[in-house]
């Protein structure tokens, strides 16, 4: 455990980041927040018959006497939904969680996301742990509180902010990861870089090969880096009133792909890294990113194995019409997440749609 980095979250419902690998074999670690006498792990069917298990053996061995439940649901993006919310709530309450259980997700950003809304929703609201195994969810959406589903007229629609008790990223498990997942993942951390660190894109140049081949050392170092900044902007802005929009850079895009695809096209990664370039796009067209800003993110994008052009066939007048349902969108008109350069990003309200259009005819 030597090895082990930390991030803290501050504000009202501090908690600890933890990133190393074994973690969750550390029942110690993983019953440390735990207040009552039942926990319930919620995980995907690709995910639990790796390590389920593991975490069940490792919290029964740290607290003999726990009662432990466990639930999974179907692997991928199309089991975020209000349907599978209903049944994790179901199979929580039939399990007679009571008001100290811990809910512990156990799985990438879909079980995440879904775990975490049906924690913050069970009487009002229980702990939640979060076990992330995919490298987007340590370095995203394990952190900071935002749970939801989706719903078929766009992503994310229904959720609640409910920071977790802990997350633990037990970096071994991203060794069984496939490497569409793994790539998946490096865009978010890019995004890190394209909007508030200009000096972590310079590493993610050097160590693209190093990250690609699942090096211990370098992913570690990303996820750290990564959970620091989202740990500092969830911090100072926890319900999102300011630049916690940030880190949505290429979401609004991204989202309007992944809702028209039905959820099962691109994964959430990939239609990321097409957003963050298709954002550039658009910056580059009101005058603020240059030219050699957007070929320098579509070529790191690349290089790391990531789409960066829209799946053909999509529909623009449907494609505007998710935008204008996104989260990100306010009454008054289109809203993105514009890119001055390296490490700079801002929020643009009234966004011309004129501007939209042209980006996404190419
Ligand atoms: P995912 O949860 O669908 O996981 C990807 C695939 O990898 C799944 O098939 C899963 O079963 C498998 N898998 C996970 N860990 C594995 C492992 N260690 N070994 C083998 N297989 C493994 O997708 P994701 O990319 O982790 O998360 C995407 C979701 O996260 C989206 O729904 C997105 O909206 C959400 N998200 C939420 C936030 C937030 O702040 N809450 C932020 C970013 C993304
Ligand atoms: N992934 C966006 C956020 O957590 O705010």
């Known amino acids: 455990m030597s090895h082990d980095r930390t991030v803290a979250v501050g504000g009202a419902h501090p908690y600890h980041i933890s990133i190393g690998p074994g973690l969750l074999e ?7 927040t735990l207040r009552g006498r039942d926990a319930f792990v919620i995980s995907d069917d690709s995910v639990a018959p790796l390590y389920m298990r593991r975490v069940v053996d490792a919290l029964s061995g740290a607290r003999p ?13 199309a089991s975020k939904t209000l349907d599978g919310f209903g049944r994790a709530i179901t199979a929580i309450a039939d399990a007679g969680m ?72 037990d970096t071994a498990t991203l060794r069984t990861l496939p490497p569409r997942e793994l790539r998946a993942g490096l865009a978010e951390v890019v995004k890190y870089g394209a909007i508030v660190d200009a000096p972590f894109l310079d590493w993610l140049e050097a160590q693209a090969d190093a990250l690609l081949a699942g090096d211990d050392d370098a992913l570690a170092e990303a996820i750290a880096r990564s959970c620091a900044h989202k740990a500092a902007i969830v911090e100072r802005d926890p319900f999102e009133h ?46 603020l990113a240059s030219p050699a800003d957007t070929a320098r993110l579509r070529s790191l994008l690349q290089r790391l194995g990531l789409p960066v052009d829209p799946p053909p066939g999509l529909d623009a007048d449907a494609l505007i019409a998710h935008m204008r349902l ?23 309200a009234d966004v011309p749609e004129n501007a939209v259009r042209e980006v996404l005819r190419g």
């Not at 099962?264 to 005058?287: I, P, W």
């Open 26 to 32: 550390d029942g110690e670690r993983l019953a440390a």
């Open 65 to 77: 006497g726990l009662r432990i439940g466990h639930w999974t649901l179907p692997a991928g993006e």
């Open 242 to 287: 300011g630049e916690r929009a940030l880190l949505n850079f290429g979401h609004t895009f991204g989202h309007a792909i992944e809702t028209e695809q039905g959820y099962g096209g691109l994964v959430h990664g990939e239609a990321v890294a097409v957003g963050m370039v298709q954002a550039a796009r658009l910056s580059e067209r009101l005058g």
């Open 98 to 169: 009571r008001r100290d259980a811990t809910v512990y997700a156990l799985g990438g950003g879909v079980v995440g996301d879904l775990a975490g809304f049906a924690a913050a929703a069970w009487m009002r609201g229980i702990d939640c742990v979060q076990l992330p195994t995919t490298l987007l969810a340590m370095v995203d959406s394990s952190v900071g509180g935002k749970t939801a589903v989706d719903l078929p007229q766009g992503k994310n629609l229904v959720g609640a902010f409910h920071p977790p008790r802990a997350v633990l990223a």
């Open 326 to 348: 996104d989260k990100k969108a306010q009454s008054g008109g289109l809203r993105f997440i514009v890119w001055d350069g390296a490490g700079r990003a801002r929020v643009l």
